[in-house]
């Protein structure tokens, strides 16, 4: 069985997915009865206060950092032999995983929202000998994965938990300045959106993003001329410092957790 603790966002967003692909041994654990309620109705899975005893082989936790060890000491008596203990949340360490669970399997995932549209991006990083292949199939109901070693977890943030609050911004400026080109508010967004959909579809193929900006740069042309600012703007500059900035906040969070 597998049982999801926390049913806020990236615990509904799983939810979903898992039942999607066919999942029906699903159990959520929330800390109020009218949200295990709206679970039961919504998605036909098992929902309580109290976690049943050792009845999950993995566990995915989906509450806040800070409430991740409490509630995990609260939870480890009631934990199968070997059962799977799987935290999505940020900046919390396999260690302090493990100290509030001793021998339970270990694993912790990176996730990021675009789960909720079943296109997430999970890095999932496993305890030392702890095997991954189950707890990778089932989050590939809600996209893709990828495992890495623990100690790349701030640059993973960096990169996929974080980034897509960074092409919302990229994808707000670009609807403003439509506007103050004077395209009505509508009209610019469904062009910037569907471009910034498209062009994600694009990147998905198999051409590098390199080869995709030579393909619709036509020299001397407009957007050679656009890209030429961006450029001077500091975009690529501004990147760089974004990601530096995401990983150094990862990384003094987990220090205080
Ligand atoms: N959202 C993101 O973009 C994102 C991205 C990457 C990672 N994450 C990680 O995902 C985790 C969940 O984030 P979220 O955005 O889904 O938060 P959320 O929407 O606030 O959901 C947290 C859920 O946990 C429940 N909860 C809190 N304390 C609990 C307890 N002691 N016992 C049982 N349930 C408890 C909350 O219940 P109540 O409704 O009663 O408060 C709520 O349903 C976090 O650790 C976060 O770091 C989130």
């Not at 549209?117 to 990083?125: D, E, F, K, S, Y």
């Not at 656009?226 to 220090?255: T, Y």
Request: with cysteine.
């Amino acid at each position: 069985m597998i049982a999801v603790y926390g049913g806020g966002t990236i615990g509904e967003a799983l939810t979903a997915g898992l039942v999607a692909a066919g999942h029906t041994d699903v159990t959520v654990i929330n800390r109020r009865a009218e949200r295990s309620a709206y679970f039961r109705e919504t998605y036909g899975v098992r929902s309580s206060e109290e976690p049943a005893d050792g009845a999950a082989d993995i566990v995915f936790i989906a509450v806040k950092p800070y409430a991740v060890t409490g509630v995990l000491r609260g939870l480890a008596p009631h934990l199968a032999e070997g059962a799977t203990v799987v935290s999505l949340a940020a900046g919390v360490t396999l260690a302090q995983l493990a100290g509030a669970a001793p021998g339970a399997q270990v694993i912790r995932v990176m996730p990021n929202t675009p789960m909720l549209a079943r296109m997430g991006m999970c890095a999932i990083a496993p305890a030392p000998g702890v095997d991954t292949a189950a707890v990778e199939e089932l989050l590939q109901a809600v996209g893709e994965t990828v495992v890495v070693e623990e100690k790349d977890m701030d640059a993973v943030t960096a990169l996929s938990g974080s980034s897509p609050a960074y092409v919302y911004l990229f994808a707000e400026a670009l609807v403003d300045a439509g506007v103050a080109r004077g395209l009505s508010r509508t009209v610019a967004s469904k062009l910037a959106i569907q471009s910034i959909r498209g062009a994600g579809e694009m990147l998905a193929g198999t051409k590098a993003p390199t080869q995709l900006r030579y393909d619709v740069t036509s020299p001397g042309g407009t957007t050679a001329a656009a890209l030429r600012a961006l450029e001077d703007g500091g975009l690529r500059s501004a990147v760089f410092s974004a990601v530096d900035a995401c990983a150094e906040r990862n990384r003094e969070l987990g220090k205080t957790d």
